[in-house]
């Protein structure tokens, strides 16, 4: 049990290791929920909370990266003749009630639509290709 321990203290603070602790801990919850209130979950509502969890602990502590290279983020132009539809989503939860948004613009910048919508419950995946569904549509 010690080696365990000192293998979990080691590689917590590593990708892989958040990764494979986050599955750990999503496996125990499953199974209580199926042993105690009869849920069975499907097997990719489980690897998307996996992905969620583990994108929530690296947002809160970072990544275990050394060297940090920073990029700055900017919104380009579509090439000239095209659209560009920008999307975001939002769900309280994975799944949980969820929406999405989103923004047409032209080759020059200039807004031409904006949308939003509400998925009810659905995954954050769900809602960010219903957005990119709804913005699809509109052009």
Same mark, same amino acid.
């Given at each position: 049990?010690?080696? #365990?321990?000192?293998?979990?203290?080691?590689?917590?603070?590593?990708?892989?290791?958040?990764?494979?602790?986050?599955? #750990?801990?999503?496996?125990?919850?499953? *199974?209580?929920?199926?042993?105690?209130?009869?849920?069975?979950?499907?097997?990719? $509502?489980?690897?998307?909370?996996?992905? $969620?969890?583990?994108?929530?602990?690296?947002?809160?502590?970072?990544?275990?990266?050394?060297?940090?290279?920073? *990029?700055?983020? *900017?919104?380009?132009?579509?090439?000239?003749?095209?659209?560009?539809?920008?999307?975001?989503?939002?769900?309280?939860?994975?799944?949980?009630?969820?929406?999405?948004?989103?923004?047409?613009?032209?080759?020059?910048?200039?807004?031409?639509?904006?949308?939003?919508? $509400? #998925?009810? *419950?659905?995954?954050?995946?769900?809602?960010?290709?219903?957005?990119?569904?709804?913005?699809?549509?509109?052009?």
């Amino acid at each position: 049990m010690q080696d #365990c321990q000192l293998w979990l203290k080691h590689h917590s603070t590593m990708e892989a290791g958040t990764k494979f602790i986050v599955t #750990c801990f999503e496996i125990w919850r499953n *199974r209580n929920e199926h042993i105690f209130q009869n849920v069975q979950k499907d097997t990719w $509502s489980s690897v998307n909370n996996i992905i $969620s969890y583990h994108a929530s602990i690296v947002y809160t502590i970072g990544t275990t990266r050394k060297h940090h290279m920073v *990029r700055q983020v *900017r919104w380009n132009l579509p090439p000239e003749g095209y659209i560009k539809i920008n999307v975001d989503d939002s769900s309280f939860g994975n799944p949980g009630n969820a929406g999405f948004g989103g923004l047409l613009r032209n080759d020059m910048g200039i807004s031409i639509q904006g949308f939003s919508g $509400s #998925c009810g *419950r659905a995954s954050n995946l769900l809602a960010e290709l219903s957005a990119i569904w709804k913005g699809l549509q509109l052009t």
